[in-house]
Structures are given as C-alpha cells and as structure tokens.
Nanobody, 124 residues
Framework: QVQLVESGGGLVQAGGSLRLSCAAS????????MGWFRQAPGKEREFVAA????????YYADSVKGRFTISRDNAKNTVYLQMKSLKPEDTAVYYC?????????????????WGQGTQVTVSS
C-alpha cells in the first residue's frame, strides 16, 4: 500500500517555473514506477511524465518534453516534477501516481495508487 501527497502547486506567470513534489508513505517506494499526470477542466486526465524505479529512465509527453523534468529520491520517498517555461495550457490539477510495475508506464490504468492532486495555474 502506498499513500501519495502532492505539494508545490500554485499560480505562476507564463514563462515561470514550479517544482512539484510527491511524498510517498511506506517502505517500498523504490519498488514502484512513478508518474505524473494532469487534468484540465473538461478534459481527460493525461500523461505528463514517468520514471522507473531507480530513476535511471524517464519518459515525457511531447507537450512537456524539454520543459519538464521528472526525478526521484528513493531515500526521501519523494518524486519531483520540475516545470520550466510554463504556458497557460499547462494549467491543470497535477497528480502523481505509483505503479507496482517497475518500468515506465504511460496509461492511467497501469497505476494503482494516486495522490489527491495539486492545482497549477499559469496566467498569460
């Protein structure tokens, strides 16, 4: 069982940066592949980024590639999403998720555990 708590969201101007954090409970954080997803009003939840259990591999949606960086610190049971050059279209509730599959997972159905989400709003 894993419990996830996101933090770090907020209001930022276009071109700005934010770093999201997701703290996980439990002793087996390193046994999970982790992902970030987002959901804008009226839209489906979409994949943003994923990282494997060790942090050695990461994968990004085309819309954020080159602007966002996912990382993890297994000693701190935390996964991060560094967001730079933010755009108004990045506005959404951002969720972190954990998958018992150790690799890179893109589909929402492949993640068993979800956080409550943190709001990111980018003003133009």
């Amino acid at each position: 069982q894993v419990q996830l708590v996101e933090s770090g969201g907020g209001l930022v101007q276009a071109g700005g940066s934010l770093r999201l954090s997701c703290a996980a409970s439990g002793r087996t954080f390193s046994s999970y592949g982790m992902g970030w997803f987002r959901q804008a009003p009226g839209k489906e939840r979409e994949f943003v980024a994923a990282i494997n259990w060790s942090g050695g591999r990461a994968y990004y949606a085309d819309s954020v590639k080159g602007r966002f960086t996912i990382s993890r610190d297994n000693a701190k049971n935390t996964v991060y999403l560094q967001m730079k050059s933010l755009k108004p279209e990045d506005t959404a509730v951002y969720y972190c998720a954990a998958s018992s599959r150790l690799g890179i997972m893109i589909g929402t159905a492949l993640y068993e555990y979800w956080g409550q989400g943190t709001q990111v709003t980018v003003s133009s």
